[in-house]
């Protein structure tokens, strides 16, 4: 059993999302006491955003690869294969300018990786990456589940990790968090009580 903890948020102390990865680890790790901890703090240990040789290491097999690519895979591959290792992923995922930080966009360029976590049919795509619980903690400053206000980080979520065949996927979330104080205390207090259903 191996739970997966990614951080994503700069807000550092003041981040929402990170004291609801916070919540979620305790709740998973009481849940599962044996399990093996894996945490991946995107903001202190950032990965690099995807080049020609990065994209090669994820996406050539490795007995294609020239030497720069070589070198580059394993820590490339590291990053899928602590994923596809992890039965629970908890992923922080504020809002940013209506999508997500662009340290989690680089973390899921390394997850979408053709033969591994999906394939092409005569069907259409197929996910290969099914069986994990897939926790997403979310925090934004407006009302967007309730409000027809266009938004790109939750559904950016949930079509990626649909298409790499995540089925158990869920959204624990304080909104309003622009709102003040007492908007983001009420949210927290119910992300704590969806917390308890997971």
């Not at 996406?59 to 070589?70: F, L």
């Not at 490339?76 to 504020?94: K, Y």
């Not at 979330?173 to 009580?193: L, N, S, W």
């Amino acid at each position: 059993m191996q739970i997966l903890r990614i951080d994503s948020s700069t807000t550092g102390d003041q981040s929402i999302t990170r004291k609801l990865t916070d919540e979620l680890l305790t709740h998973f790790t009481t849940k599962y006491p044996d399990a093996k901890v894996v945490t991946r703090d995107l903001v202190a240990e950032p990965l690099a955003h995807i080049d020609p040789i990065t994209t090669s290491a994820i996406r050539t097999p490795p007995e294609t690869h020239e030497e720069a690519v070589a070198a580059a895979y394993p820590e490339e591959r590291a990053v899928l294969d602590e994923f596809l290792a992890s039965d629970v992923v908890i992923v922080g995922a504020p809002m940013y300018n209506f999508s997500i930080p662009s340290q989690l966009k680089a973390w899921i360029d390394r997850l979408g990786v053709p033969g591994v976590t999906f394939r092409y049919s005569a069907e259409g795509p197929e996910g290969l990456a099914g069986g994990r619980k897939v926790v997403v903690g979310s925090a934004r400053g407006g009302a967007y589940s309730t409000d027809q206000i266009a938004e790109n980080q939750e559904s950016l979520l949930a079509t990626f990790f649909g298409f790499i065949g995540v089925d158990d996927l869920h959204f624990v979330r304080v909104e309003k968090a622009g709102f003040g104080p007492d908007a983001i205390a009420a949210g927290m207090e119910a992300a704590k009580q969806e917390i308890a259903r997971l």
